[in-house]
């Protein structure tokens, strides 16, 4: 599968961006969409996922609250929407597929993914 993130841009905390990941596969091949965000010098982390089929979601510790993640299956995209966006969450934003569902919050570890789009920088300034 092929991905395209997007939407990635310069914030001042306190702001919003919605970041979409389009794919080239259906739902049914790659059920399984994540976010992952790697800042410099830092290890890539896993910030979000979302089944495509079932809309089962997980977030990680420091944006859930913050971070709302959305499917649209018929456009074979998958949102990011970032609230209230902080420093700290400056990073690299990648988005990654999977043929296998996974449950709970394994879905955020980068290592059971094959497929990932180029990256979009997101940048919050203070």
């Known amino acids: 599968v092929q991905l395209q993130a997007s939407g990635g841009g310069l914030v001042q905390a306190g702001g919003s961006l919605r970041l979409s990941c389009a794919a080239s596969?259906?739902?049914?091949?790659?059920?399984?969409i994540a976010w992952f965000r790697q800042a410099p010098g830092k290890e890539r982390e896993g910030v979000s996922c979302?089944?495509?089929?079932?809309?089962?979601?997980s977030y990680t510790d420091s944006v859930r609250g913050r971070f709302t993640i959305s499917k649209d299956n018929a456009k074979n995209t998958v949102y990011l929407q970032m609230n209230s966006l902080k420093p700290e969450d400056t990073a690299v934003y990648f988005c990654?597929?999977?043929?296998?569902?996974?449950?709970?919050?394994?879905?955020?570890?980068?290592?059971?993914?094959?497929?990932w789009g180029q990256g979009t920088l997101v940048t919050v300034s203070s």
């Open positions: 990654a597929a999977r043929a296998v569902r996974l449950a709970g919050r394994t879905c955020l570890n980068s290592i059971h993914y094959d497929d």
């Open positions: 596969g259906s739902s049914l091949d790659y059920p399984l």
């Open positions: 979302i089944s495509r089929i079932g809309g089962m979601t």
